[in-house]
């Protein structure tokens, strides 16, 4: 069974940083994409980053919203199967629900993020 729970989540100032974690279990396919998204209130969900996982457990960050690109980096740490998203320089209109998401094989299109944890919130006060 799959299992993907994110922390990290909280209330910052504008400009202020804040690291989301995802652990992931139970995910046997050893190339594997995951991403984080985000989702606030009255908005589509849009995908924030994503990081292909090789085989051998190399991560190769392969997808940032133009909104993300120089603040925001996607890391993971295979011996911890975990995923990190550094947020930096963080705006009001980053305030959302982060969701962690996972594909089971090595496709990195949005369609194909079947695995979702059960987010953690963004709040960002200006």
């Not at 985000?38 to 969900?45: D, I, M, T």
């Not at 457990?57 to 295979?78: C, H, L, M, V």
């Amino acid at each position: 069974q799959v299992e993907l729970v994110e922390s990290g989540g909280g209330s910052v100032q504008t400009g202020g940083s804040l690291r989301l974690s995802c652990a992931a279990s139970g995910i046997t396919y050893r190339q594997k994409c995951m991403g984080w998204f985000r989702q606030a209130p009255g908005k589509e969900r849009e995908r924030v980053a994503s990081i292909y996982i090789t085989s051998s457990g190399q991560g190769i960050p392969g997808y940032y919203a133009d909104s993300a690109k120089g603040r925001f980096t996607i890391s993971q740490d295979n011996a911890k199967n975990t995923v990190y998203l550094q947020m930096n320089s963080l705006k009001p209109e980053d305030s959302a629900m982060y969701y962690c998401a996972a594909t089971s094989g090595g496709s990195c299109r949005s369609s194909d993020f079947g695995y979702w944890g059960q987010g953690t919130q963004v709040i960002v006060s200006s």
